[in-house]
């Protein structure tokens, strides 16, 4: 196998390709990068057994074949030498590398060939369900910045609506989308999936389905997904029928966004959880710890009245509200021990209150 690329082009698919495999798996091949050159393209895939993803680039010079070599080292490399194009050789049993245009190159490197199997992708046969731009779902997840590893994503198609239930038991955010398909889809993705999704370069994704299984085309990238069963715990239909039945109060974002970060100051550093007593048009906060004091704050809401009080995490407050674009915010509050609201436009962050003994 032998292949010219320019450097630039051949890092910047690595780089994306690799954020499917694992550098630390004991599995060799999910901690590697297949490359296989056939009719002057180059074929690059990678996989972890739930993701699966395939990208083709153009390249010069070539001989067909293919190899396997682990993808931290590789990337590594790409990122460090500063040549323009490179030439990628087989000679005996390594993967070579050095400067396209020196002949005579004063550093080469070699990389070991893994002899293991690599599985293949069929991308026959799938159906689409829909496309979407990038930035429409990039919009869609703009509360992406807060979600962790243990977090679980639920598309769901109907009527013509693209529903996002995302959750970790303690939160769920829900935010929606028109979209033109009426046929009805339901699936659970995992948060590993929607990142490499949402760091796609492409204009547009599209979404195929065949037997169960997911295809995402983002550009001149195919990924596969495995999908999960339902890991949502929290009955999003009927926490959201709620609120119809809360109290609601419209704030300035920035004001109440400013007190949050000053009264967890003062908020136990393992619970960071924040008093919120609402007093007719009047926000009262409270914090306290036993070995650093007692804050306490208020702000008046601009529309709205409300009484009771609610225990909540600070820090999901916080979080939740600098995902949120909109000048005003509006709080919906239905009892002390049941479900939190913040409501902004299309989209609704859902959050647990703490019960305090």
């Known amino acids: ?103 005579e190159s004063k550093s080469n490197f070699n990389f070991f060939i893994l002899k293991e199997d690599f599985p293949s992708l069929d991308i026959t046969n799938f159906k689409k369900i829909f496309s979407i731009s990038q930035k429409q779902f990039l919009e869609l997840f703009s509360f992406m910045s807060i979600t962790q590893e243990e977090w679980t994503f639920n598309l769901k198609l109907s009527n013509n609506l693209l529903e996002i239930i995302a959750s970790d038991k303690k939160r769920l955010i829900y935010t929606k989308l028109p979209i033109n398909e009426e046929n009805n889809y339901n699936y659970f993705l995992s948060h590993k999936s929607i990142n490499i999704i949402l760091k796609s370069a492409c204009d547009t994704i599209e979404m195929y389905e065949k037997n169960h299984q997911i295809l995402f085309k983002l550009g001149h990238v195919y990924l596969f997904v495995k999908l999960l069963k339902n890991h949502l715990v929290m009955d999003y239909q009927r926490i959201l029928g709620k609120i119809d039945e809360g109290t609601k109060i419209l704030i300035n974002t920035n004001d109440f966004l400013r007190i949050l970060n000053r009264i967890i100051i003062l908020a136990s550093v393992i619970s960071q959880v924040v008093k919120i007593t609402f007093q007719g048009n009047t926000l009262l906060l409270q914090s306290s710890d036993i070995s650093k004091g007692k804050g306490e704050e208020s702000i008046q809401v601009i529309s709205g009245v409300c009484e009771g009080k609610i225990f909540i995490n600070c820090n999901f407050l916080i979080s939740s509200i600098k995902t949120l674009k909109n000048k005003e915010l509006e709080l919906i509050y239905t009892g002390n021990l049941s479900h939190f609201f913040l409501r902004n436009n299309d989209i609704i962050h859902v959050i647990m209150p703490i019960r305090i003994m």
Not at 21 to 31: D, E, F, G
Not at 44 to 72: C, F, N, P, R, Y
Not at 79 to 91: A, C, D, Q, R
Request: aromatic share 4%; net charge neutral.
């Open 1 to 103: 196998m032998q292949f010219q690329v320019i450097t630039k082009l051949l890092l910047q698919e690595v780089s994306y390709i690799s954020k499917v495999t694992n550098s630390k798996s004991p599995i060799l091949i999910h901690a590697s990068i297949n490359m296989k050159v056939e009719n002057n393209n180059l074929i690059l895939q990678a996989t972890d057994m739930d993701h699966h993803i395939m990208s083709k680039i153009d390249v010069q010079e070539s001989l067909e074949g293919s190899v396997i070599v682990k993808i931290k080292d590789f990337l590594e490399l790409l990122k460090k030498i500063n040549y323009h194009t490179i030439k990628l050789s087989v000679i005996n049993n390594t993967l070579e590398i050095k400067d396209a245009f020196e002949k």
